[in-house]
């Protein structure tokens, strides 16, 4: 597997922004992350990222 760094950096942009809202509004990582990173990425690729990313999120609010 090789290493694109502008897909590893807007994903990081996207994971940043989509937790920038989850924290003003309590929402919206999930629509935010999903509805951006398969522009760029594979849904399939984009799914595993938003999972690992969303439960490192929910964890901390919880």
């Known amino acids: 597997m090789t290493a694109n760094w502008v897909t590893t950096g807007l994903s990081a942009v996207v994971i ?3 937790s920038v ?3 003003i509004a309590g929402f919206g990582f999930a629509q ?9 990425r ?3 690729s984009a799914s ?5 990313t969303a439960v490192v999120s ?3 609010v919880w």
């Open 16 to 18: 940043l922004v989509a």
């Open 21 to 23: 809202i989850h924290g």
């Open 32 to 40: 935010v992350s999903m509805g951006l990173m398969p522009l760029f």
């Open 42 to 44: 594979s849904p399939s």
């Open 48 to 52: 595993i990222i938003f999972t690992a």
């Open 58 to 60: 929910n964890a901390r």
